[in-house]
């Protein structure tokens, strides 16, 4: 039996008042503890534990080996959990001792006996419920009540931190600007020349060694502080930003809830509270590589060798940012790993799939402009017996829908029609902020066929900086990259013909940073 389900059972077990398994010491004794979930139930366990050591003296030594006895120590342990549970409205992970060796990190080690015989992590804070039971051993052991208030407060502590930490906090703190909650070495992050460059993760690297030779951290005293963990997240994020900007992908920052979903073996630590998923398919987990530098002793990899390892990987999917007048030289540099190639052509067929992109683009932002938003809407390239055709979806009740039936039209192509273009609202996850954007899909069918995704971030006319278009950026595209020049060009000419109200052929450079 896992010791998710024993936990389960042994509390099913106590509120039923029926004996679990193997039976449980002083049966009698517990149900008149009532284990009810209220402050007073805390207190009667103490009473309960002192009367144990005082009447019968126990032992610590051998308790658990008898297995009523470790009924009784898990069922209380267990309760301790659930309640802090409820308190904190989370849920509990729970590791026998041997499974916690698996999964912690291996330094500090993690001593064997009754106090880590049962341990949880609730909402990133690792708890050790067994140790609230040590007075029937010792008097002079904190009570239970201590115990727990002192957790509590630990939980509700980290679980505002994990909430509360945000990706734009690391702009505000690379701009001097003050962010919720201390930050652990503050002025010395401050001297370090954090800029985003691959060499500024070697200092990164070098940082984390200084502080773990002289400091030797320890784990669970770093998860019981808040201005410590904010480090931990501030120097995760960092790298996450660093190596999305250096692969030339985007990044979309993701809760443990939403990695598991995407991958249920994912375990539940600090280090995989805040994920980051680079160009929409390579998970990592950057606040653990951080945890790794600092607690684990054997790394194979550190901070540079992370981000080198997921340029590589997106070498094949990289972002490609898209500006007028663009020319080969503008054009994004090869990456870590670029290899040289004969030379590609742009095949002409394409240039009007690109510049629909762009006359849709103008369009949408002409509403945008003056904060009326834009609907999903889908344009089909003319045939000979058909003249060009755009399908509204405002009609659909919610985007998934709209985008669901667009979906439909492009991948079957039941009209056969040499291109399809699909715009519709979203956001953009940058490297080093999340935005509104526009995305718009674009499918040549007709030989040579061709695909891509253009991602144009928006900053909303509600704003107190107005109304502003950034560069697009070419994702997922079949196009070489050297040819980028080309669909930036074709993009650009179809996003300046557009013309409609209070938006005349200037405004699209008027609402432009190519940023």
């Known amino acids: 039996m896992d010791i998710q389900t024993k936990v389960q ?47 019968l003296k126990p032992a610590e030594e051998g308790f658990l080996a008898d297995v009523a006895k470790e009924n009784f120590a898990l069922t209380l342990a267990s309760y301790i959990g659930n309640y802090l549970c ?9 590791f026998t001792y041997q499974d916690a060796v698996k999964q912690f990190p291996p330094e500090p080690k993690l001593p064997q006996g009754l106090t880590t015989h049962l341990i949880a992590i609730i909402e990133n804070t690792v708890v050790m419920p067994m140790a609230a039971l040590l007075r029937i051993f010792d008097d002079k052991s904190h009570t239970v009540d201590y115990f727990f208030n002192g957790v509590l407060k630990l939980i509700k502590n980290n679980q505002a931190i ?9 702009n505000d703190f690379l701009a001097g600007k003050a962010i919720p909650g201390e930050i652990a070495f503050e002025q010395a992050l401050k001297e370090l020349k954090l800029d985003f460059s691959l060499e500024s993760l070697d200092v990164i690297d070098g940082f984390l060694i200084a502080i773990k030779q002289q400091t030797h951290p320890d784990y669970a005293r770093w998860m019981g502080a808040s201005s410590l963990c904010n480090f931990l997240y501030l ?34 630590t600090f280090g995989t509270s805040i994920n980051a998923l680079f160009g929409g398919d390579t998970l990592m987990h950057p606040v653990g590589k951080v945890c790794d530098l600092l607690f684990a002793d054997d790394n194979q990899i550190n901070c540079r060798g992370f981000a080198e ?28 790993f670029s290899k040289l190639k004969s030379k590609p052509t ?68 039941a009209e056969k029609v040499p291109f399809q273009v699909y715009i519709f609202d979203g956001y953009a996850n940058l490297p080093l902020e999340r935005l509104d954007a ?55 000419v179809g996003a300046k013909d557009f013309v409609g109200l209070n938006w005349d052929k200037t405004s699209w450079n008027k609402y432009f940073d190519e940023r």
Request: charged fraction near 20%; glycine fraction near 6%.
């Open 346 to 413: 742009f095949d002409p067929k394409w240039v009007e799939p690109f510049r629909e992109a762009g006359f849709l683009a103008a369009f949408a932002a002409s509403g945008l402009a003056s904060n009326s938003p834009f609907s999903p809407q889908l344009l089909q390239g003319a045939k000979p017996d058909r003249k060009k055709v755009i399908i509204d979806f405002a009609f659909y009740e919610n985007w998934e829908e709209a985008n669901k039936a667009a979906s439909g039209y492009m991948e079957g192509n």
């Open 235 to 268: 120097l995760g994020t960092y790298l996450g930003a660093t190596t999305a900007l250096n692969a030339n992908c985007f990044v979309k920052w993701l809760s443990y809830e939403q990695t598991k979903a995407m991958h249920p073996a994912t375990p539940h």
């Open 9 to 55: 059972k042994l509390l099913e077990a106590n509120l039923s008042n029926t004996p679990p398994d193997g039976g449980i010491f002083l049966e009698k004794a517990l149900q008149q503890a009532q284990l009810d979930y209220t402050s007073d139930s805390l207190k009667r366990i103490d009473a309960l534990l002192n009367q144990i050591r005082e009447k």
């Open 438 to 492: 526009m995305y718009i899909d674009i499918r040549h069918y007709d030989s040579p066929s061709m695909s891509c995704l253009l991602i144009i971030p928006y900053r909303q006319a509600s704003s107190t900086q107005g109304f502003k278009i950034y560069s697009p950026k070419l994702c997922n595209s079949t196009i070489p990259e050297e040819l980028a020049a080309n669909a930036a060009n074709a993009f650009f």
């Open 309 to 336: 390892r997921v340029a590589m990987d997106k070498e094949t999917s990289r972002m490609i940012h898209l500006y007028p007048n663009m020319n080969s030289s503008q054009q994004n540099s090869g990456g870590f």
């Open 86 to 94: 409820k308190e904190t409205n989370s849920n509990a992970l729970w």
């Open 162 to 170: 994990s909430e509360g930490w945000k990706q734009e906090y690391l």
